[in-house]
């Protein structure tokens, strides 16, 4: 191959990733085919990492990366030309030329990034379940409790929201023998319990694992206004794909709570973006560092799933890059969707080590020229074997390479760049403050105080007629109240059915508007939502 300066640089087909005796290229329409970034600590990932997002970016391919020490947020600032990184160039006949990247910066805990939030429905029993490490029995009365908020009309926000309900679904034993009508949540209790045996005990357990995530700050995570994915997927006025980098040092120390946040924004994009094919290059690129988190104790219902997201979501036009140590960390139904391939060294210190760089080597297609094995215990720092797809989507042979340099910055940014970074963001003000509107404690709350009467019970077991509580939260389903980040399903069919209706006239389209979407929409207002693969709302 040719090796010509103007020969070893990005074009809007391919990445130039690095050079052996091969120079080893991404495709950029085999992008969303998946990847995998592998090796021992120390040994170049990071940097691979950031070569290959600096690539999509300059051919206009959002990316999204998970930031674990902080030594991405590099990517945002001008590359300098220190010696060991130029000596680098020069090996490879390059020719170092300095860059940087529009970023924005994300961070679950509003501290170093603009605040990502999602609300309590969106994210669905399934990955909430994950998230709390509940068991069966507790996972199928969070499911009940999901079931009666949705067919209530009862929103579930953020982390109040889910207690009152929880509270509202147990049973009451001081209301034992009671009339119906002296309980204020008897249609929401009777509703959980015709699913179901609901206890007591069981509800407590869940309401303290919530308090332990309470405590490790996953409150922070939900609320609104939540957030957009589309935000994930803008370009720059050059054209260039925006870098988003979600602040994660702090986030790690809570390992289950970071893996449901990746699961969680991958299941939305699943289920929020159209089909798109095969394309030219991808809509989004996401990397997932630390990627065996996600499967660490996963049940065999949730790799399932996840597996089904990540065959699927190619078709989407996005790719999913994992980021780990070894490719074993990776269950085998999802390592064969991963099609391209960077192995850093591996150390093979013991038998279980020895036992991890054969495995690792039989992921690659054989190069007769190399020992793949051998040579994954001998790669030096920034070394790495790859295997990235051509032609017709075929692996190629595992060949030996030199990781290109970075052209932006190789390691963190300081607070004051941050800070400057964050001011000029294109998102700057969306998600920083945190909004609390009404939703399932304040209806939940007037009930019990008599403010707001009990909604009637409706067909199916469900509970919960049109609205359950139309007097007392038409405002907030019509959205005219408050500002949100996000409306809920019967939110967005109301306010579209009112549009031209304000706050004055409310109270007296409420009766009219029962009659005349009854039939058609009203229906699907106080039934349960529709969820996909991962739990989450489809929105389509």
């Keep these: 191959m040719a090796t010509s300066d ?62 674990i020490k902080g030594d991405l947020s590099g990517i945002s600032e001008v590359g300098e030309a220190k010696d060991f990184i130029v000596k680098r160039a020069e090996q490879m006949g390059l020719t170092f030329q300095a860059d940087q990247f529009s970023t924005v910066f994300w961070d679950v805990f509003g501290e170093q990034g603009h605040p990502v939030r999602a609300t309590v429905t969106e994210m669905g029993p399934l990955l909430l379940s994950r998230m709390l490490d509940l068991n069966d029995v507790q996972e199928g009365v969070l499911n009940v409790a999901f079931r009666v908020a949705d067919e209530n ?43 179901g045996n609901v206890s007591k005990a069981t509800v407590g357990t869940i309401q303290r694992q919530l308090l332990v995530l309470e405590n490790q700050g996953g409150a922070k995570f939900f609320g609104e206004p939540a957030l957009t994915l589309k935000d994930f997927m803008r370009t720059d006025r050059d054209g260039r794909g925006m870098v988003n980098i979600l602040v994660a ?53 949730l790799m399932d799933k996840i597996e089904q997201v990540v065959r699927l979501i190619r078709s989407k036009g996005v790719g999913v890059y994992f980021v780990t140590q070894n490719p074993i960390d990776v269950p085998d139904k999802v390592l064969a969707q ?95 403050t945190a909004i609390d509107a009404e939703s399932a404690y304040e209806i939940i709350q007037k009930r019990l105080s008599g403010a707001a009467a009990p909604a009637e019970g409706g067909a199916g077991g469900g509970g919960g007629g049109i609205l359950g509580e139309i007097g007392a939260i038409a405002a907030t389903i019509f959205g005219t109240n408050v500002k949100r980040g996000r409306l809920s399903t019967g939110q967005v069919i109301a306010r579209n059915v009112t549009r031209s209706v304000t706050d004055k006239v409310v109270g007296g389209v409420v009766a009219d508007l029962g009659k005349s979407v009854g039939g058609s929409v009203g229906g699907s207002i106080g039934r349960a939502l529709v969820r996909g693969a991962l739990g989450g709302i489809l929105r389509r």
Excluded: C
Excluded at 29 to 58: I, P, Y
């Design 153 to 195: 009309g009862l929103t579930l926000i953020d982390m109040k929201d889910l207690r009152a309900l929880l509270d509202a679904i147990a049973p009451d034993g001081s209301k034992k023998g009671a009339d119906d009508g002296e309980d204020p949540l008897a249609s929401i209790r009777k509703a959980a319990q015709s699913y």
């Design 338 to 432: 991963l099609g391209n391939r960077v192995q850093h060294a591996l150390r093979a210190f013991t038998p279980r080590d020895q036992k991890a760089v054969a495995a690792a080597a039989q992921t690659f297609r054989p190069n007769p020229k190399l020992d793949t094995a051998r040579v994954i215990m001998e790669l030096g720092k920034g070394e790495a074997l790859v295997s990235f797809l051509e032609g017709g989507g075929t692996p190629s042979m595992v060949e030996r390479i030199m990781v290109r340099p970075p052209s932006a910055r190789i390691g963190p940014i300081t607070p004051e760049e941050r800070k400057a970074i964050m001011d000029a963001s294109p998102v700057k003000g969306k998600y920083d």
């Design 249 to 301: 040092d702090k986030l790690m120390q809570s390992p289950r709570l970071y893996a449901t946040f990746l699961l969680w924004m991958l299941s939305e994009l699943f289920e929020e973006l159209p089909e798109a094919g095969d394309l030219p290059k991808p809509k989004l690129v996401f990397f997932f560092d630390e990627a065996h988190l996600l499967f660490t104790d996963a049940p065999k219902a």
């Design 6 to 67: 103007n020969k070893l640089a990005d074009t809007d087909e391919k990445i130039f990733v690095g050079k052996g005796e091969e120079t080893a290229w991404l495709t950029l329409a085999l992008a969303n085919r998946h990847g995998l970034v592998t090796g021992a600590t120390g040994t170049g990932k990071t940097v691979s990492l950031q070569v290959m997002a600096e690539g999509f970016a300059r051919a206009g391919v959002p990316v999204f990366a998970a930031d």
